[in-house]
């Protein structure tokens, strides 16, 4: 069976911390993303990657960087967290398309909810 | 560029009752269009996807999409809601040349007894 895992279901951090969230899939997939969850604003990416050392931001990078050192990971790191962004944040990978000649879905992590106080 | 507009954000509707959600896109290339679920506190599962075969896709639990290219839908529907469809549903785009899938705002359903 398919996974991606996140290293935390929960996370409670004071404002200015380095905050580290990991991200691990076990299929083998190129591509690998990072979205941002608000009620009302559906998911808005914050970064992906589509290789190893290889990442592109997306629609809200302010605040946030990322580290994709191996295939199967991919860190997302506040640098110094603040309370906007208080959020859901959730993971997820897909493999490249050229392999199977069309778009496959992405496959998710189960969230981690962060609460920046 | 490439967005995503779902209609409504709540649906309401009584239990038996039919099921729509709509879903439109923007894209000047081929898509392939998703349909995922999530139920509170819960992560997203894919209910059905299209990807270039029959227009008319069957997914989960009984929903279905239709894509119409000239009209740039892929609603969603279902002959008779169930009280375990309530729900966030988000529509997912991916275009030919990019690798990212792009969320709609989801659509909240609410299925009344």
């Known amino acids: 069976d398919v996974k991606v895992t996140q290293s935390s279901r929960y996370l409670v951090k004071r404002t200015g911390e380095k905050v580290f969230l990991e991200c691990v899939q076990d299929m083998d997939h190129e591509n690998m993303f990072w979205y941002r969850q608000d009620p009302g604003l559906g998911l808005r990416l914050i970064y992906f990657?589509?290789?190893?050392?290889?990442?592109e931001k997306g629609d809200i990078p302010e605040g946030y960087s990322v580290s994709r050192e191996k295939k199967e990971r991919f860190s997302l790191i506040l640098e110094s967290a603040s309370t906007n962004q208080t959020s859901m944040y959730l993971c997820?990978?897909?493999?490249?398309?050229?392999?199977?000649?069309?778009?496959?879905?992405?496959?998710f992590g189960q969230g981690t909810r962060l609460t920046v106080v | 560029a490439q967005s995503v507009t779902q209609l409504d954000s709540h649906v309401s509707v009584s239990e038996g009752t039919p099921v729509l959600l709509r879903c439109n896109y923007s894209s000047s290339y081929s898509p392939s269009l998703f349909w995922y679920v999530q139920h509170p506190n819960k992560g997203l599962q894919l209910l059905l996807k299209y990807t270039s075969a029959a227009t008319l896709v069957k997914g989960i639990n009984g929903f279905e999409a239709e894509f119409k290219k000239s009209e740039t839908s892929f609603h969603l529907t279902k002959p008779s809601a169930h009280m375990s469809d309530a729900a966030e549903y988000f529509c997912?785009?991916?275009?030919?040349?990019?690798?990212?899938?792009?969320f709609g705002r989801g659509t909240s359903l609410i299925v009344h007894p």
């Open positions: 990657s589509y290789d190893v050392k290889m990442k």
């Open positions: 997820a990978s897909s493999p490249r398309p050229e392999k199977l000649g069309f778009h496959t879905e992405a496959f």
């Open positions: 997912v785009v991916t275009l030919g040349g990019s690798y990212i899938p792009t």
